[in-house]
Each structure stands twice: as structure tokens, then as C-alpha cells.
């Protein structure tokens, strides 16, 4: 079996890639008809975003009943055909399990709610200190994250929605159940797991209120969260060879990321992180507008690519999923460097140590949505927080302009297949407006010599010919340029030199400087070195090499003399 180090990912937010019967939303078997085209690209696994009974709140991820799809998604035979056709092609299918809360509507949280003291237990209900909430703990999205019990002076805890009510992971019956989910569709033929927001599951022993921030010190990478893990391995994936699960941490660390993806550790394959994609928010806070922050890009990615390398920690590598604004329009150009900053970013990430995951449109080059009213958003953390900006005073013009830079909706508009009226998503009125852009769609850009779906290709193609990208060393270099992120793979007596400019301005790079600073030459280097790049040649003249707007290529060296 290959690696998991050579496979990558590719997610599907399932309501906007395909609508294979006309109601406006994405299906299962709208995913079974893009499989020719994901086998394409060269993806091995197909992350979908969660396909279960839900009132759809959020997506999906508010899960009503573990054991059954939702209509609007489709069936379970339609998921039985996806998951044998994908498997035909080689290409497997995971699940997103999201375990930190169920939906209100869950049965569980009925009869918990209806005072069954079996259920009850499987939630976190506590008393209120007179008109207060047990703690004063915000939502993560926005409010107290803690919902009144009508007729009591009780409260259940919603780390999210108030629809998302927070597991009880202390109660080894509600474990159990857990376990018998992921066993059930292990059964199904799916080869692995996402499971959501799982670092927030243990919550500490006594609840308090934080005196300095939102209250999640006390439940991020919480007291018991690896002897839960390791139970949940143990008895599920753990027991199956060569199953991939990746454990989506929120506001984690890298020691905490360390022990989840160590496989001496026994707990997950690999683990998101989002500290580098905060760069752009002023003091913390996401619903503000600022430029990103470079030099702290770079500086996260290096502590995380070294910090993980160092303990043996897996990564996963990205940019985009359905919670971000589209790279392409957040740090590179949608406008007049589409291609070039599309191919630059997707260098930038994939050739780094981890597992590369590319989210349903990015190989094109989606851009953001480009919505002009609040009646266009459908998410509820951006209408939440419209309401809140608003009554915190902030003018509508300006609270639109946050959500254009911010809403997660941007990362959901419906998949741009082609330039027709309903862009081969949808012949109906989709359920979420597309992205108003023009001339971008799969089908143009694939039709185009130099499209970024081939560069995408090309980088999947060669994480599994090339080691030293899937299991090589990494070292950033030049750390001070202000443009350029640059790094160093090196297995045995190979060497990759990855460059990349963040940037419209043209600069240069010194490899003399490079060989000053990691002893290795790549002064020597020819248009026969490039691995890849996104403008084809090489402008260099002695040691210097002349960048160009978000240029970015891959120089490869093998010399016995090699430093690493
Ligand atoms: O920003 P962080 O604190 O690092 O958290 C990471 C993401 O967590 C949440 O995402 C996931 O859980 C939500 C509830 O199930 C769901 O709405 C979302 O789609 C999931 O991916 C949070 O909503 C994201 O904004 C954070 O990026």
C-alpha cells in the first residue's frame, strides 16, 4: 500500500460540488459523476463534509441521526455506489465525524431534554448563578456559550450554535456510542476519517469563568483528550491497517499536535492547524480588516514545519476548506496574476512536510464570492456576527466589507464547473449565489495551456515519484526576505530549493546567500534543475536569480557531498 506520506487529499463540501437532480444543492451522486474528473487530478481520498440526517444549521455539522443521510444529500445506497465506484478509480472515501456536539434534534438530546438522567448525562447541563450562565464562556459564534433551559435554572453548554449542543465525553456509555458510529461506516468501505473540532471534547472538571479570554484555555486540548483518543483509536480505526484520520484543532498547539499525529502515540494519522491562517486578523479578532501579515505567515509556518518534524508530528497542508475565504483572493491576486498566484500558492504549500489537501475548486483557482448584501450569506456564524458588528455600532457598508474579507460563505459558493448560466453546478437556482466573478470556471481553466488544475496535477504527480517532498527534511531560509517564502527538502543525498514570491513586486534571490546559510550549492543550477514552476524559465544571471510577480519554481540538486 502507497504511503500515506505520498497520498493527498482532496475536500468536498459536499451542498456546492455537484447537484445531480436539480433542487439547487450538491449530492452524493453529483460527487459519483466528478469521479473521472478527481481521479484526473490525481487525488487518492475524498474528504466529504458531513452527509447526515441534520437540520442543516450549520451545514451539516450540527448531525441529527450518525447512522443515516440526509435526503437532500441523498441515500445510503447512493453512498454505498459512491464509495464502490471511487474505490474502482482508487480513490477512497472519508467521512467527517463531528463528535464535540450533536444537533438539538438529536434523539439523545430529546430525551435528555424530556429529564431521562441516562441522556442527560450525555450532555453538560448546569445550574445558572442566579440570572447569569454557569460561566461566562462566548460561543465561537458569538454569544454566551451557554443556552437557558426554559422552566429551570439550568443551562447546556454550546461551544457553537445554540442548536450544537456540547457532548458529555466524561460518560463512557456516550464513548461507546461514538465508537459504534465509526464502526458502522468503517463497515461501509470508507478508508478514514475527519473528525471535527475533536481536540474540544474534554472539558475540564470544574467550569469557570475566564477572566482573560473566551473561555477556551479551559476546554482546548482539554485535561483527558489523548486518553480519549487513544481509546477511540483503539476501538475503531486503531484496529484496521492503514486507515487515515485527520483531527481538525482548533486553536491547538504544536506540542498538543505533536502527541495526536506521533504514531508512537496511537491517536490520529495527522492534524489541521489554524494558526497561519489568523494572519489576517487584527489583535486576534477575525471580524476586522487587515493586510495580511507576511512575516508572520512565514514565521508559523516555520515554527510548525520545524516543531512537527523535530518530535515526529504529521501535518495536514492547506490553505482552503469550507470555513476559509479562498486563497487565491486572501494572499495572492484573483484579478491580474490569477494564474501565476494560484500555481505560486499551491507550490508554496504542497511541496512542504505533511499531507497536501486541496478544497473542491481551488485547482482552478476559485476566488471569493463577492457578495454585495447580507441577504446573499446563508451562514450562520456571518449572520450571527452581521447582527453582532451591528449592534456594536459598526456602519452596514463596513460590516459588508469585513464579511467580503471574512465570511465563510466565500469558501462555499457552489463549484464554477463551466460558464454557463448555472455553471454545470445546478439547472435550478442554487441554494447559495455563485461567486460573482467572471471567466473562471473548471472548464476554461482546464481548456487553457497553461491551467492551474495541470500545475496541481503536476505537484500531486511528483509528491509521489520524489521522497525528499513526501519524507524529506525541511529548512526555511532567508527568514528576513519580505517576500519570499523559500525552503530547503533534503533527503539523503537529494536537495530542493522551493521558492515562492507572495508578491506583485519583482525581487531576487542570492544563492550564494543560501549556500552561506544551509552549505548547500544551487549556484549551478539550470533550466535543467527546475522541478516546476509557474512561469517555465528561469531568469538567473550568475548567483542571482531574478523573481518575478508571484513567481514560484522548485530547483533540484543531488550531490554526494550533500549537508542533510
Ligand atoms: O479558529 P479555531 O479556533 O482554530 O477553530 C478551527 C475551526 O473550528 C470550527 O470549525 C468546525 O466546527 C464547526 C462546528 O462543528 C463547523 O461549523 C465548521 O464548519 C467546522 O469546520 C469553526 O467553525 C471554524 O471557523 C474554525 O476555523
Not at 470508507?190 to 471534547?201: C, M, P
Not at 543560501?514 to 524559465?537: A, H, M, P, W
Not at 531568469?539 to 542571482?544: A, G
Request: net charge negative.
Amino acid at each position: 500500500m502507497e504511503s500515506l506520506k505520498k497520498k493527498v487529499i482532496y475536500q468536498i463540501y459536499v451542498k456546492s460540488f455537484m447537484d445531480s437532480n436539480g433542487d439547487g444543492k450538491g449530492d452524493i451522486a453529483g460527487i459519483t459523476m466528478k469521479l473521472d474528473y478527481l481521479k484526473r487530478l490525481g487525488a487518492d481520498c475524498l474528504w466529504l463534509t458531513p452527509v447526515f440526517v441534520s437540520p442543516m444549521n450549520d451545514n451539516g455539522y450540527d448531525v441529527a441521526d450518525y447512522y443515516r443521510i440526509d435526503p437532500s444529500f441523498g441515500t445510503m445506497e447512493d453512498l454505498e455506489l459512491l464509495i464502490a465506484e471511487a474505490k474502482m478509480r482508487g480513490l477512497g472515501i472519508m467521512l467527517d465525524m463531528v463528535f464535540n456536539h450533536t444537533s438539538t434534534e438529536h434523539e439523545w438530546f430529546r430525551k435528555a431534554m424530556a429529564g431521562d438522567p441516562k441522556y442527560k448525562d450525555y450532555y453538560i447541563f448546569r445550574k445558572g448563578r442566579g440570572a447569569l450562565p454557569p460561566t461566562n464562556w462566548v460561543s465561537k459564534f458569538g454569544g454566551s456559550a451557554w443556552e437557558p433551559v426554559d422552566g429551570s435554572d439550568e443551562y447546556y453548554l454550546h461551544l457553537f450554535d445554540r442548536t450544537q449542543a456540547d457532548l458529555n465525553w466524561e460518560n463512557k456509555d456516550l464513548r461507546k456510542e461514538l465508537f459504534d458510529v465509526v464502526n458502522f461506516w468503517i463497515k461501509k468501505g470508507v478508508v478514514g476519517f475527519r473528525f471535527d473540532v475533536v481536540n474540544l471534547i474534554s472539558k475540564p472538571e470544574t467550569f469557570e469563568d475566564d477572566h482573560l479570554g473566551d473561555g477556551r484555555r479551559f476546554y482546548t486540548d482539554g485535561p483527558r483528550i489523548h486518553e480519549y483518543l487513544k481509546e477511540l483509536a483503539g476501538n475503531t480505526f486503531g484496529r484496521h491497517q492503514g486507515m487515515i484520520t485527520v483531527g481538525e484543532m482548533s486553536s491547538t498547539s504544536i506540542g498538543s499536535c505533536v502527541r495526536y499525529s506521533n504514531p508512537l502515540e496511537e491517536e490520529l494519522s495527522m492534524v489541521f492547524n489554524f494558526h497561519h491562517l489568523k494572519v489576517d486578523y487584527e489583535a486576534g479578532d477575525k471580524w476586522t480588516l487587515k493586510e495580511f501579515d507576511f512575516m508572520e505567515l512565514k514565521r508559523i509556518f516555520n515554527d510548525w514545519q520545524t516543531g512537527m518534524e523535530n518530535e515526529d508530528g504529521w501535518m495536514a497542508l492547506f490553505y482552503n476548506n469550507h470555513d476559509q475565504p479562498r486563497s487565491v483572493s486572501r494572499f495572492g491576486s484573483d484579478t491580474r496574476y490569477h494564474k501565476e498566484s494560484a500555481k505560486m500558492l499551491a507550490t508554496s504549500i504542497h511541496l512542504m512536510r505533511g499531507t497536501p489537501y486541496i478544497y473542491q475548486g481551488e485547482e482552478f483557482g476559485m476566488p471569493n464570492a463577492y457578495f454585495e448584501d447580507i441577504s446573499e450569506y446563508r451562514d450562520v456564524e456571518s449572520i450571527n456576527y452581521h447582527d453582532i458588528l451591528k449592534s456594536n455600532g459598526m456602519p452596514e457598508a463596513e460590516i459588508l466589507e469585513v464579511l467580503r474579507a471574512k465570511s465563510r460563505d466565500n469558501g462555499r459558493t457552489p463549484v464554477l464547473w463551466d460558464d454557463s448560466d448555472g455553471h454545470g453546478f445546478t439547472s435550478e437556482v442554487p441554494w447559495l449565489p455563485f461567486a460573482k466573478v467572471s471567466g473562471i470556471s473548471a472548464e476554461s481553466d482546464i481548456a487553457s495551456t497553461d491551467s492551474i488544475f495541470s500545475h496541481y496535477r503536476k505537484l500531486i504527480a511528483l509528491r509521489k515519484e520524489y521522497d525528499v517532498i513526501s519524507d524529506g527534511t525541511f529548512r526555511m531560509t532567508d527568514m528576513e526576505n519580505s517576500h519570499l517564502i523559500s525552503y530547503i527538502r533534503c533527503k539523503g543525498n537529494v536537495s530542493l530549493l522551493v521558492v515562492n514570491n507572495f508578491y506583485e513586486d519583482e525581487t531576487a534571490l542570492d544563492l550564494s546567500k543560501v549556500l552561506d546559510e544551509t552549505d548547500l550549492d544551487f549556484r549551478k543550477c539550470t533550466q535543467e534543475s527546475v522541478l516546476i514552476s509557474n512561469y517555465g524559465d528561469l531568469t538567473k544571471s550568475d548567483d542571482m536569480i531574478i523573481i518575478r510577480p508571484y513567481e514560484s519554481f522548485a530547483l533540484y540538486v543531488e550531490d554526494k557531498h550533500s549537508a542533510c
